[in-house]
């Protein structure tokens, strides 16, 4: 079985098509949230995603504030100007789709949520010791996360705790219990500005973690044309 993992499209069509272009025929899609803010196209990422076979699919704190469950004031001020630019660019059948999102979904092996399962909206897993609180937070063999857009894996064993980033384009097979984070597909925060997604299989405890180069220069047009925010155009090119 293969399950596409995905995660922080933010709007980014350009790079999502390539992810979908380069994973080919898949079992289900599991999206671990913010399927809009800072890129150009939320409603032709929600369409695109709606329709994947077999979706499980979180709410994400960006896909959160423009639903105003939660204040835009609490974003710094250019996310803030790009979540009010999405809010005025979503069509209602958008709304109605990220309205029926929820936080945190059990399925077969594994916890799927946004942030953290301590805090699935919010709390971001940038270190090992927030990681190794939130263990206690999940009763799942594994738990995937989004939020952080960093590729990171979390393994807590018998007597040791294990963080890594995973080399891209390569395959690795989980141990029970493992925090991991399959990286962003619109917007990489690691220096590397290829789009990232996984192929997880089940049946195998496989993760495999691909990196892909796509059209960046198209979207970012794109968001220049939306008058989205300089500094989210020119951080897409370096990744950050
Ligand atoms: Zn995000």
Redesign the pocket.
């Known amino acids: 079985m293969r399950i596409l993992v995905i ?2 499209i ?1 709007a980014n069509l350009t790079a999502l098509d390539a992810v979908l272009t380069d994973a080919g025929e898949f079992d289900a899609a599991w999206c671990l ?2 399927l809009v ?1 800072y890129g150009p196209d939320p409603n032709e990422c929600i369409a695109k995603v709606r329709v994947l076979p077999n979706l499980r699919c979180i709410i ?3 896909d959160a504030a423009v639903l105003d469950q939660i204040d835009t004031k609490t974003f710094n001020l250019e996310a803030r100007q790009a979540l009010e630019w999405t809010k005025k660019t979503l069509t209602e059948s958008s709304i109605s789709f990220l309205s029926s999102l929820h936080q945190k979904i059990e399925i077969n092996n594994v916890t799927l949520t946004h942030g953290s399962p301590r805090h699935p909206v919010w709390e971001y897993l940038m270190d090992s010791q927030t990681a190794a609180l939130n263990f206690d937070y999940f009763s799942t063999p594994y738990c995937f996360v ?2 952080t ?1 960093l590729p990171v894996v979390y393994t807590r064993e018998e007597k040791k705790f294990v963080v890594y980033k995973p080399t891209p384009n390569n395959k690795i097979t989980l141990s029970p219990r493992t925090i991991i984070n399959p990286g ?1 597909v619109g ?1 990489p925060r690691d220096h590397d500005p290829r789009t990232a997604y996984v192929i997880y299989n089940p049946e195998e405890n496989t993760w495999d973690y691909r990196r892909l180069t796509y059209n960046i220069p198209a979207v970012q047009t794109r968001m220049a044309d939306a008058q989205l925010p300089e500094r989210h155009i020119v951080r897409l090119q370096a990744g950050w």
């Open positions: 995660s922080d933010h949230g913010d803010g994400g704190n960006h989004g939020h857009h962003s917007q």
